[in-house]
């Protein structure tokens, strides 16, 4: 089974920016989306970025619009997640994922066959 591989995480402060990056660490597969979700200690794993590869749109929930880009690379089956005006709740770690099914949300995580390990992400007040 393919697997991704994330990088960029760190310690940075508020106000700060941080870029990770995620590349398929296996022969790559025919993916049409490919995502970042997070997770904080207690809470449950929150959408943060999608973008799927026919036509290049992205989405975003309201609470990272506007300061994360997604971007990447379809032939590489890589992607990043550029993220600026970092806040402390934005502490996490953030997981790569991709599908190979189309048709579906790409805000669930129920969406998404292939994830990586994670990278820790801590935004410092």
């Known amino acids: 089974q393919a697997q991704l591989a994330e990088s960029g995480g760190g310690l940075v402060q508020t106000g700060g920016s941080l870029r990770l990056s995620c590349a398929a660490s296996a022969p790559t597969f025919r993916n049409v989306a490919m995502g970042w979700f997070r997770q904080a200690p207690g809470k449950e794993r929150e959408f943060v970025a999608a973008?799927?590869?026919?036509?290049?749109?992205?989405w975003y929930p309201d609470s990272v619009k506007g300061r994360f880009t997604i971007s990447g690379d379809n032939g590489k089956n890589t992607v990043h997640l550029q993220m600026t005006s970092l806040k402390p709740e934005d502490t996490a770690v953030y997981y790569c994922?991709?599908?190979?099914?189309?048709?579906?949300?790409?805000?669930?995580?129920?969406?998404?066959?292939?994830w990586g390990q994670g990278t820790q992400v801590t935004v410092s007040s």
């Open positions: 994922a991709a599908t190979t099914r189309g048709g579906r949300p790409l805000q669930s995580s129920l969406t998404y066959d292939h």
């Open positions: 973008i799927i590869w026919i036509g290049g749109s992205t």
